[in-house]
């Protein structure tokens, strides 16, 4: 018997893309998932003021842990923890389990999916290396479904590891802000890559 809501929609899903928290000490965060447990920095995705209307800027990042598992985390710049007004709200959207689909056509299947029923699609969004779709779903959880927009390559590695040096380096600062990380992720690179221009390509 066919459940209701199956009719003639194929399962696409891949399993997980990532599941996401926020964190409010990111050197921790770092310190523990990637020098402690070893899992490697893959992904980080910087955003000024992306999102809702005064949403803070942020930086996205993930970790690698195996089978194309990934954990990641949201650090807010200037949000103090549990004293800031916004943190119940970022604490909502920040919390999600993200679903993997390959093609955009398998994206747009489940979007046209979610507009046919009670829990509409509340936002498509492409960002870096992904193109997703939102949804709040019964319980008041988060869902993303996402799909690739290209291959993540090795200097994408290198790119998230930067950033996190650089979020260590400036989570540190009694005023962190997107600028100042940015600042530092370029003095990164000076330091570590101006003798060796061919180990960096752009291509």
């Known amino acids: 018997m066919t459940s209701p809501g199956t009719d003639s929609l194929e399962h696409k899903v891949r399993g997980v893309d990532h599941a996401a928290f926020p964190t ?4 921790a965060t770092i310190a523990f998932y990637r020098d402690v447990l070893g899992f490697p ?4 995705t910087c955003a000024l003021g992306w999102g809702p209307e005064k949403h803070p800027d942020f930086i996205h990042f993930f970790f690698d842990i ?8 949201f650090y807010y710049f200037g949000i103090e923890p549990y004293r800031d007004s916004e943190i119940p709200d970022l604490l909502h959207r920040a919390r999600h389990l993200a679903i993997h689909v390959d093609t ?7 979007r046209a ?5 009670e829990w509409p699609c509340e936002l498509q969004v492409r960002h870096e290396t992904v193109e997703s779709i939102y949804v709040t779903d019964p319980n008041g959880y988060l869902m993303e479904i996402t799909r690739p927009l290209r291959a993540i390559t090795v200097e994408d590695d290198l790119d998230a590891n930067l950033s996190a040096d650089a979020l260590m380096d ?7 802000t997107l ?8 003095e990164l690179i000076a330091e570590r890559y101006v003798d060796e221009p061919a180990q960096v390509s752009f291509a």
Do not use: T
């Open 179 to 186: 600028e100042k990380f940015y600042a530092r992720k370029a």
């Open 24 to 27: 409010f000490d990111p050197r």
């Open 41 to 44: 920095v893959v992904h980080a």
């Open 66 to 73: 195996g089978n194309g598992d990934r954990l990641a985390f």
């Open 104 to 110: 955009q056509e398998d994206l747009l299947d489940y």
């Open 170 to 176: 400036v989570a540190a600062d009694p005023e962190p």
């Open 113 to 117: 999916r979610l507009d046919r029923s």
